[in-house]
């Protein structure tokens, strides 16, 4: 009789082993690019600040509602979609002086560490490789919500991001400062959970 209380115990504990992987699996999301907008601003000439977006980009992020701390980030930016609402602006920002596009036509994030700092805020630290140089960029993240597209159905996570960095850490100090050497950036984030179809008990 214990051998086979003990048998069936095994039997059960290895029929939940999948389950309880796919509980600890952390939840998926790739960008809704309708929805993700990638923004900058910086000093010109110390009389306004110019603002731009990159407007195409690719990558990931996991999330955990209850455990934030173990977030990924992972988003590579297509530097020569750069959108500064002028043509000549933005072929100079593509230029040598600057973006060098041609020859780095990639930007890249990836996480490296995420902390919570109240429910709804925290912050995010990763590697930022821009004109091949990679240094640490931390940044100041709020969680604005999460729940099912309204039309869509689909399950969503948004967020906004904000910091800044100073362009010649990079390398590029070209026209500073008629051009300032701190970058304001601004992202605003709408994620699609990947494993939605597995998702629909949540």
């Known amino acids: 009789m214990m051998k086979i209380i003990t048998l069936a115990l095994l039997t059960l504990l290895f029929a939940a082993s999948p389950v309880l992987a796919a509980t600890a699996e952390p939840e998926k999301y790739t960008f809704d690019p309708a929805h993700t907008q990638v923004m900058f601003s910086v000093s010109h000439l110390g009389m306004s600040h110019s603002h731009g977006r990159f407007a195409k980009f690719d990558g990931y992020f996991t999330f955990d509602v209850k455990n934030p701390d173990a977030s990924v980030i992972d988003v590579t930016i ?30 890249t994030f990836k996480s490296t560490a995420v902390k919570r700092d109240g429910a709804m805020n925290g912050t995010v630290t990763g590697d930022l490789t821009l004109l091949g ?20 159905k689909n399950f969503m996570a948004g967020f906004s991001i904000s910091g ?18 701190e970058v304001k950036i601004m992202i605003e984030v709408e994620g699609i959970r990947q494993d939605f179809e597995g998702m629909n008990a949540k």
């Open 78 to 107: 297509d530097a020569t979609s750069i959108d500064m609402g002028s043509k000549e602006w933005e072929d100079h920002i593509r230029g040598e002086d600057f973006l060098n596009t041609e020859k780095f036509p990639k930007m």
């Open 164 to 181: 800044k960095i100073n362009r010649a850490d990079f390398g590029m100090a070209k026209h500073i400062p008629d051009v300032g050497d």
């Open 133 to 152: 140089v990679t240094k640490p960029v931390t940044l100041d993240v709020t969680y604005n919500k999460s729940g099912r597209h309204p039309y869509m």
